[in-house]
């Protein structure tokens, strides 16, 4: 069976939603009642700025959250996105190079992210996480040698068998509307495509998941997951590691206002998404719809 995740942002209709932390800890006293034994934690801070400073402060939002999860619910499988567009004011996953220019930027045809700075900050926010409890984490930006920095920053503290999931296929979509409008992280001049990757391109990905196999990945994730299963069989027949398919608020969102609009039956088409994933050779089904499943199930 794919082993189901829960986002942590309540879903109400086809919006996707922020959640306090003490809204949090219900969702998941709810969803540990119906099985539900990982989730995936995601952060929204106070404030942002150039350098993304709340998510590796030992006060942010996804450390507190973590500390409060693990001292409720100690059993549980608590997954950190790594990742600090949500925490900069600009909106990209990585530290601007020529921050003082930012008429220049803004013209630039392709953002252009300092890698180096932003690993060193990518290390410091993975082991705050992993210091506040966090069983794994999850490097989302797509920052060449991000897997490889990760792990160095783990090792070194004492974390060697804290497991890395990373976002090895995460693909410049038109799917991430929903979470995005969430977290307010759109990006405010620009696009990702310069560190995302081309939807259109097959072989990128391939060499994407192999350089992060070989810097310490434990799992990989596709993201998103219904457009790319293609990428998910090719990973499942090349490489013996674990699969993720990530299935985004996009995704979520389309069939549920289908599903409003009376057009189609939100269950059977959730299923027959679920099912085509676990098909295509996911090990982990990351979704909005774990609880909904869950229910489905246990009134059989």
Request: glycine residues 6%.
């Amino acid at each position: 069976m794919p082993y189901p995740i829960h986002r942590l942002r309540r879903l109400r209709q086809n919006k996707i939603l922020r959640s306090s932390i003490d809204q949090v800890l219900k969702e998941i006293k709810e969803a540990v009642s119906l099985g539900i034994p990982a989730f995936l934690l995601f952060g929204i801070p106070t404030s942002k700025n150039a350098q993304g400073t709340e998510a590796y402060g030992s006060g942010g939002i996804v450390q507190k959250a973590v500390r409060a999860i693990k001292k409720e619910f100690p059993e549980i499988l608590v997954i950190t996105d790594v990742c600090l567009c949500e925490y900069m004011d600009h909106g990209h996953c990585g530290t601007l190079k020529d921050q003082n220019s930012k008429f220049k930027i803004q013209n630039l045809k392709e953002v252009i992210i300092d890698n180096d700075l932003t690993l060193k900050l990518l290390q410091k926010t993975a082991l705050s996480h992993v210091e506040s409890g966090a069983d794994i984490v999850a490097p989302s930006g797509m920052m060449d040698g991000m897997v490889q920095s990760i792990r160095m920053a783990l090792d070194q503290k004492g974390f060697q068998d804290t497991p890395i999931l990373s976002y090895a296929a995460k693909f410049a979509s038109g799917f991430y509307g929903p979470f995005r409008d969430a977290a307010e992280s759109p990006p405010q001049f620009g696009d990702r495509k310069s560190y995302q990757m081309p939807f259109s391109n097959r072989e990128e990905a391939l060499r994407e998941i192999a350089l992060d196999i070989e810097e310490g990945a434990d799992m990989v994730m596709v993201k998103p997951a219904l457009a790319y299963l293609d990428i998910i069989r090719d990973i499942r027949e090349k490489f013996h590691i674990p699969v993720a398919a990530y299935h985004v608020s996009g995704e979520y969102s389309m069939v549920k206002a289908a599903h409003e609009k009376g057009w189609l039956s939100e269950k059977e088409i959730v299923l027959e998404i679920l099912t085509a994933s676990r098909r295509a050779g996911a090990h982990i089904l990351i979704t909005y719809w774990a609880k909904d499943v869950a229910k489905w199930f246990k009134a059989r």
